[in-house]
C-alpha cells in the first residue's frame, strides 16, 4: 500500500499545482515600451525612413520620364495626458522628402493633430483634429 501512495504522490502535487486558483490582477495602464514617462507626461517618439528607392518617373511626364533615387524621413513625437477617465494627446510629424538629382522636389512637409479620448468602460467616444501643410506632388 505505502509503494502505491508514493507513486501516486507526485501526480496529485501536479493536479494540486494544475489546478490552484492564479491570482488575478486588472490590467495595469502601464504604457508601451516606446513611451517615456516625464511627470504627467506621455511622449511618444517615432521614426521612419519609407519610399526607398528608385522613382521611375519623377515629373509624372508620358513621355521622357526621369529617374532619381529618392526616399523620405518621418520623425514625430505624440505628448499625451491622461486627467482621470480622459486622454489628451497631441501629435507633431514632419516628413523629409529628399531626391538626389532633381533637388526642386526635395520638401519638407509638416502635419499636427490632437484628439481627446474619453474613456466610459463600455463606450469610448473621441474627438481627433488634423492638420498638415505638404509641398510635395499628389500621388
Same mark, same amino acid.
Request: proline residues 7%; contains cysteine.
Given at each position: ?27 495595469? &495602464?502601464?504604457? *508601451? ?16 525612413? $519609407?519610399? !526607398? ?5 519623377? !515629373? ?7 529617374? *532619381? ?19 489628451l494627446a497631441y $501629435? ?10 532633381? $533637388? ?27 492638420? &498638415? ?7
Amino acid at each position: 500500500m505505502r509503494g502505491r501512495v508514493l507513486r501516486r504522490l507526485p501526480c496529485g502535487v501536479a493536479a494540486l499545482l494544475l489546478l490552484w486558483p492564479a491570482a488575478v490582477a486588472a490590467q495595469s &495602464g502601464a504604457p *508601451d515600451p516606446q513611451t517615456v514617462r516625464i511627470g504627467p507626461f506621455d511622449l511618444k517618439p517615432s521614426f521612419a525612413v $519609407t519610399n !526607398f528607392g528608385v522613382d521611375d518617373n519623377v !515629373f509624372n511626364e508620358r513621355l521622357n520620364p526621369r529617374r *532619381d533615387f529618392t526616399f523620405i524621413a518621418a520623425p514625430a513625437v505624440e505628448v499625451a495626458i491622461h486627467p482621470g477617465r480622459l486622454r489628451l494627446a497631441y $501629435t507633431s510629424g514632419s516628413e523629409f522628402v529628399y531626391f538626389r538629382r532633381y $533637388t526642386s522636389e526635395r520638401s519638407v512637409n509638416r502635419s499636427f493633430g490632437a484628439r481627446a479620448d474619453l474613456d466610459l468602460t463600455l463606450l469610448r467616444p473621441f474627438v481627433s483634429v488634423t492638420s &498638415g501643410h505638404t509641398s510635395a506632388r499628389a500621388n
